[in-house]
């Protein structure tokens, strides 16, 4: 995962949501058709509430691997935030539903989760 070289400077997309870009992802079948094509609606809808900022993320040393959040997505939908720890200092800057464009300098688009 990309994000083992912390401090890691990610820029994220936040937006004012009723639901979450996971929440939706689970909604649908592992079809990835399926996904992709609820995904560009979803995208289209939230456009005008997109917002970027950069965040920092440290190590967490109460977390195995030290990150206190996790991730879903694919090369097509892109990497979202699906879960933040609530208890930890990333819940300060990340929340579900975050799509995360950039780690470390590195574009995350067409990239799997497994490879982040």
């Known amino acids: 995962m990309m994000l083992e070289a912390i401090p890691c400077s990610s820029t994220l997309s936040t937006r004012s949501r009723p639901f979450s870009a996971y929440s939706n992802l689970c909604s649908v079948e592992e079809d990835a058709d399926v996904v992709e094509s609820q995904l560009i609606d979803w995208h289209t ?14 190590r967490e040393s109460s977390q195995p691997g030290g990150l206190a959040f996790r991730i879903i997505g694919s090369r097509t939908s892109g990497i979202f935030v699906s879960y933040v720890d609530s208890k930890s200092q990333q819940a300060s800057q990340l929340q579900e539903g975050d799509l995360i464009k950039e780690c470390n300098g590195k574009n995350l688009s067409g990239i799997t989760c497994d490879q982040v």
């Open 45 to 58: 809808d939230v456009e005008e509430f997109n917002c970027e900022l950069e965040v920092e993320i440290h």
